[in-house]
């Protein structure tokens, strides 16, 4: 009996493992057959067969990249790469597999996986975007792909606030801490991507980098983006500055 069940075992997990495997495979390469590239000094661009959006995409990337290479404190490029997919559904599996359509992720088009930038081609935005939105959400991941570079394991709250403070960061106004509240300290500790988005991050995260380089300068935001030791940077603890960034926010913002 005891066989029996331990032989189940032994092949519901091997049936998951399989699984597993055959779910990935398409997150093993990140180019598709026959892509072309278009090559930068910031930046390398692979793409599939829409080269009119790619090659909008790089020119406004390249540009752009150069900006942010010198507020990250690059003078040579790193090694980054992006590569654009005529399908929202082929971008997600390059970082989820083929379960990702199945998930209903309409609202995302792109995102980094260490240096390499994956991003739905502007040409077919899907339903909730538009070409625009395509276009423009590239720097944000490069952003985040430079930021990579310079601490892997960088806090969420971080390399987002970050990103987002200097590509598409939102106008901010005091209304949201009423309609929204404070994100709690714990909620900007976590790592947790849903964490993230559901305490209101992507609303008030770019606010974090701007206190920082307000009250301490730009940088104190590099060296806590390198190191996130809060201690060795500001001789404060990280709860120190996030109830500094609160009263920042609650008195600068009227």
């Excluded at 180019?31 to 009119?52: P, Q």
């Excluded at 939105?133 to 990579?148: D, F, G, P, R, T």
Aim: hydrophobic share 40%.
């Amino acid at each position: 009996m005891k066989k029996k069940l331990f032989r189940c075992i032994f092949i519901i997990l091997g049936v998951l493992v399989i699984a597993a495997i055959v779910n990935f495979i398409p997150a093993l390469s990140l180019r598709t057959d026959g892509m072309s590239k278009l090559e930068g000094k910031w930046i390398d661009v692979y793409y599939e067969t829409e080269a009119d959006a790619a090659k909008d995409v790089f020119e406004y990337a390249e540009v752009e990249t150069a900006i942010i290479a010198g507020s990250l404190g690059f003078s040579e490029a790193p090694d980054v790469n992006v590569y654009i997919y005529d399908s929202q559904s082929t971008m997600q599996t390059k970082k989820y597999g083929l379960i990702a359509p199945l998930l209903g992720l309409d609202w995302y088009i792109g995102d980094n996986i260490g240096t390499d930038v994956i991003l739905t081609s502007p040409a077919n935005p899907g339903e909730l975007h538009t070409y625009d939105n395509n276009k423009y959400a590239v720097l944000h991941e490069i952003v985040h792909a430079y930021v990579s570079v310079l601490n892997e394991d960088v806090d969420l709250w971080l390399t987002e606030g970050c990103a987002l403070y200097l590509t598409n960061g939102e106008p901010f106004y005091r209304k949201y801490i009423e309609q929204m509240g404070i994100p709690a300290y714990k909620e900007t500790c976590s790592n947790n991507p849903l964490i993230f988005s559901d305490c209101g991050g992507y609303t008030y995260a770019h606010t974090y980098i701007e206190y920082i380089e307000v009250t301490y300068g730009w940088d104190a935001v590099l060296e806590i983006i390198k190191t996130t030791n809060y201690q060795e940077v500001f001789g404060k603890s990280r709860q120190d500055i996030y109830n500094e960034w609160v009263a920042y926010i609650k008195e600068y913002y009227q």
